[in-house]
T-cell receptor
Framework: DGGITQSPKYLFRKEGQNVTLSCEQNLNHDAMYWYRQDPGQGLRLIYY???????QKGDIAEGYSVSREKKESFPLTVTSAQKNPTAFYLCASTQGAYGYTFGSGTRLTVV | GQNIDQPTEMTATEGAIVQINCTYQTSGFNGLFWYQQHAGEAPTFLSY????GLEEKGRFSSFLSRSKGYSYLLLKELQMKDSASYLCAVLNNFNKFYFGSGTKLNVKP
């Protein structure tokens, strides 16, 4: 079955540590996205990529980095520069002007 | 700028009908989407409107008026499992999605 796989489901980060969230899709979608969701709030765009080897900053890119070396993969690194990283992170993909397919999410907590 | 507004929270009774409104102002328009999101889970697609009018899909219907920048999601015969957040999202002319903050629907017996 085609879909998007995010891992891990839960992730704990220590202060000053970088962590990487994985996102893999086998839908052959060109565009991939990373969103952050805080409790009781909507989705805010962190980074997006329309094609391989190209990505753009979203509305809240500071403290995050991404890469898009393969069409299937769009990992997100939460760096130590992100001062408030505790949130629910969602990866999504889309083809053209169709709706998103979302991954199951990664819940990141700072300990 | 981009702006999408939805009520924060609504409560309705099992078996009833509820309408969740969404108003938007975006740079162009390429479609409006509704998603359902249960707590701690990913959003799932419910409906898509690109032309004015009503789209019906089982117990769920979605309406769009592009001239008014307005949409609503109508849920009929409410069930307890419909308790979730409902997200309105607009695709603008640059194929970029903008999400509302979501409406938390509480269905009570």
């Amino acid at each position: 079955d085609g879909g998007i796989t995010q891992s891990p489901k839960y992730l704990f980060r220590k202060e000053g540590q970088n962590v990487t969230l994985s996102c893999e899709q086998n839908l052959n979608h060109d565009a991939m996205y990373w969103y952050r969701q805080d409790p009781g709030q909507g989705l805010r765009l962190i980074y997006y990529s329309q094609i391989v080897n190209d990505f753009q900053k979203g509305d809240i890119a500071e403290g995050y980095s991404v890469s898009r070396e393969k069409k299937e993969s769009f990992p997100l690194t939460v760096t130590s520069a992100q001062k408030n990283p505790t949130a629910f992170y969602l990866c999504a993909s889309t083809q053209g002007a169709y709706g998103y397919t979302f991954g199951s999410g990664t819940r990141l907590t700072v300990v | 700028g981009q702006n999408i507004d939805q009520p924060t929270e609504m409560t309705a009774t099992e078996g009833a009908i509820v309408q969740i409104n969404c108003t938007y102002q975006t740079s162009g328009f390429n479609g409006l989407f509704w998603y359902q999101q249960h707590a701690g889970e990913a959003p799932t697609f419910l409906s898509y409107n690109v032309l004015d009018g009503l789209e019906e899909k089982g117990r769920f219907s979605s309406f769009l008026s592009r001239s008014k920048g307005y949409s609503y999601l109508l849920l009929k015969e409410l069930q307890m499992k419909d308790s979730a957040s409902y997200l309105c999202a607009v695709l603008n002319n640059f194929n970029k999605f903008y999400f509302g903050s979501g409406t938390k629907l509480n269905v009570k017996p």
